[in-house]
């Protein structure tokens, strides 16, 4: 069956280091991955897609990217801020574009 | 804040109450979801609808029964739940579900019920 998985369920860092985040998926290939935020208590919130054909997408102080070799998907989040503690999502669309399916998540501490 | 609005933020009810919970989206959105999360668990999905008519039911159990009365509004309407049913339930919007690699998810921030 198809599976995405986040291999670390959590990630402590040091204020100002790069934080790294992984994403793999076996038994398909997915047509895109998505990179979502969520707080406690919260609603996750859309930060980043990127599609097969794409190696790297970048905004502001994140950056994707997507080796469709290794099935893999890393989320970057450079400079870290203390803010940018919170739980992180990678999904993708399952056997139909409607459905987009979660990974078990991240949840990044950034220690000031 | 976002741009869904569910209503109410918490609800406690008993194993043989009728309650609803409600979301609104005013995004011109086309395509309507519910998610179910637990504590420390990714969202599942239960519902989706597209077009206001119902496109995917992820074998949900009947004591959840969903309605899109417009393309802005849609409802989850529940009866005779378990306290296994306890949970944050969200609900997303996107432009349209056909499209959904390039629509990413709007969620709101959930409805926190609790079955007793």
């Known amino acids: 069956s198809q599976k995405i998985e986040q291999n670390s369920e959590a990630l402590n860092i040091q204020e100002g280091k790069t934080a790294t985040l992984t994403c793999n998926y076996t038994?398909?290939?997915?047509?895109?991955l998505q990179w979502y935020r969520q707080d406690p208590g919260r609603g996750p919130v859309f930060l980043l897609l990127?599609?097969?054909?794409?190696k790297e997408k970048r905004k502001e102080r994140l950056k994707v990217t997507f080796d469709t070799t290794l099935k893999q998907s890393l989320f970057h989040i450079t400079a870290s801020q203390p803010a940018d503690s919170a739980t992180y999502l990678c999904?993708?669309?399952?056997?139909?574009?409607?459905?987009?399916?979660f990974g078990s998540g991240t949840r990044l501490l950034v220690r000031p | 804040d976002t741009e869904v609005t569910q209503t109410p933020k918490h609800l406690v009810m008993g194993m043989t109450n009728k309650k609803s919970l409600k979301c609104e989206q005013h995004?011109?959105?086309?395509?309507m979801y519910w998610y179910k999360q637990k504590a420390k668990k990714p969202p599942e999905l239960m519902f989706v609808?597209?077009?206001?008519?119902?496109?995917i039911n992820e074998s949900v159990p009947s004591r959840f029964s969903p309605e899109c009365p417009n393309s802005s509004l849609l409802n989850l309407h529940l009866h005779a739940l378990q306290p296994e049913d306890s949970a944050l339930y969200l609900c997303?919007?996107?432009?349209?579900?056909?499209?959904?690699?390039?629509?990413?998810?709007?969620f709101g921030n959930g409805t926190r019920l609790t079955v007793t």
């Open positions: 997303a919007s996107s432009q349209a579900a056909e499209s959904s690699y390039n629509s990413p998810l709007h």
């Open positions: 038994n398909y290939s997915p047509a895109y």
């Open positions: 990127i599609r097969e054909n794409e």
């Open positions: 999904a993708y669309g399952g056997d139909s574009s409607y459905k987009l399916i």
């Open positions: 995004m011109g959105h086309r395509a």
């Open positions: 609808y597209s077009y206001e008519k119902l496109s």
